[in-house]
């Protein structure tokens, strides 16, 4: 069976300036992408690193896949909304458009994807750094699907 892995990250507002995304915004942004799981996702995952939030997905629908790509543009739309309410830094400072054309790419949200044939108990490891600050400050976290 073809997995592939997306892995989808932007800057859509911190706390502090540009130290972390707030524990209500990366809820909000996790709540959206759980919504999918068992259904277009296999799997998913958000995780933040420094003030980047990293939507980690799953699925069978390769790559550049416009209904993956909407999934995390809506969720990172929805954390954009969270973060204004909150009176965050720089909400929505990643998103350079207004709506989503069905692909990501270009319009803010870096983009990693791979698709590979599925092999049994083979682990990944996804690590994630944030330029933005003089050390980068990086997180891992190992997924199975």
Do not use: Y
Not at 102 to 125: H, I, Q, S, T, Y
């Amino acid at each position: 069976m073809k997995i592939t892995l997306s892995v989808i990250k932007a800057d859509i507002g911190s706390i502090g300036g540009q130290i972390r995304p707030s524990r209500a915004l990366l809820d909000c942004v996790r709540q959206e992408i759980a919504a999918e799981c068992g259904r277009l996702l296999i799997d998913c995952h958000a995780s933040a690193t420094g003030d980047d939030i990293a939507l980690l997905m799953t699925h069978e629908c390769g790559t550049g896949n416009e209904a993956i790509h909407k999934l995390a543009w809506e969720a990172f739309i929805a954390g954009t909304r969270m973060a204004k309410g909150q009176g965050l830094h720089g909400a929505g400072q990643d998103l350079l458009k207004d709506a989503s054309s069905g692909n990501v790419r270009g319009m803010g949200p870096a983009v990693a994807e791979m698709e590979f044939d599925e092999r049994a108990a083979e682990p990944f490891l996804f690590s994630a750094a944030d330029e933005k600050v003089p050390n980068a400050r990086g997180s891992t976290c190992d997924v199975t699907g």
